[in-house]
Each structure stands twice: as C-alpha cells, then as structure tokens.
C-alpha cells in the first residue's frame, strides 16, 4: 500500500510561482510512475504532467507551455512540481498519483494511488 501527501499549495498572484511537494510512503515509490492532476469547480479532473519511476522521462500536457516542471527525488520518496507564471486558469485542486506503470503516463484510469488534493488558488 502506498500512502500520497501533497503539501505547498495556497494562494498566489498571477505571474507568482508555487512548488508543489507529495511525499510517498511506502517502498515502491522507485518503480512507480508519478503524475500531478489538477481539478478545477466543474471541470474534469485532467493530467498536468507526469515522471517516470527512474526520472529519466517526462510528460506535460501541452497547454501549459512549459510553465510547470514535474521532479522527483527517489532518496526522499518525494515527487516536486514547479509552477511558474501562475495564470487564474491554473485555480484547482492539485493531486499527486503514483501507478504502477514505471514509465509514467498521463491517463488518469492507470493511477493506483491518489492523495488528498492540495488547493492552489491564483488571483487576477
């Protein structure tokens, strides 16, 4: 079993950045593939970017124009996402998933484990 925490999220500025952070428990974490998904009020939940188990590979969702960047840290059980030049259109719950697809992927219905959520809130 593996247990999600994402932590970092809160109220930002348009053009601010955030980092968000999701510990993981558990000793998969290193086999596993990772990914960030953000829900916004009447929106469906949608992929933002995700890692694979070594790191090695990357997957964004292409509309956010390499504003994000999606890190890991397998010594600290720890996935990061960076997020710069913050717009409104990025308000939403932000959720950390791990699956058991080591090469990552950003189709949600393979993500075994989710984790709470985090808000991020950007302001106009």
């Known amino acids: 079993q593996v247990q999600l925490v994402e932590s970092g999220g809160g109220l930002v500025q348009a053009g601010g950045s955030l980092r968000l952070s999701c510990a993981a428990s558990g000793r998969l974490f290193s086999g596993m593939g990772m990914g960030w998904f953000r829900q916004a009020p009447g929106k469906e939940r949608e992929c933002v970017a995700a890692?694979?188990?070594?790191?090695?590979?990357?997957w964004y969702a292409d509309s956010l124009k390499g504003r994000f960047t999606i890190s890991r840290d397998n010594a600290r059980n720890t996935v990061y996402l960076q997020m710069s030049s913050l717009e409104p259109e990025d308000t939403a719950v932000y959720y950390c998933a791990g699956t058991r697809v080591g090469s990552g992927t950003g189709r949600a219905g393979l993500y075994d484990y989710w984790g709470q959520g985090t808000q991020v809130t950007v302001s106009s």
């Open positions: 890692i694979s188990g070594s790191g090695g590979n990357y």
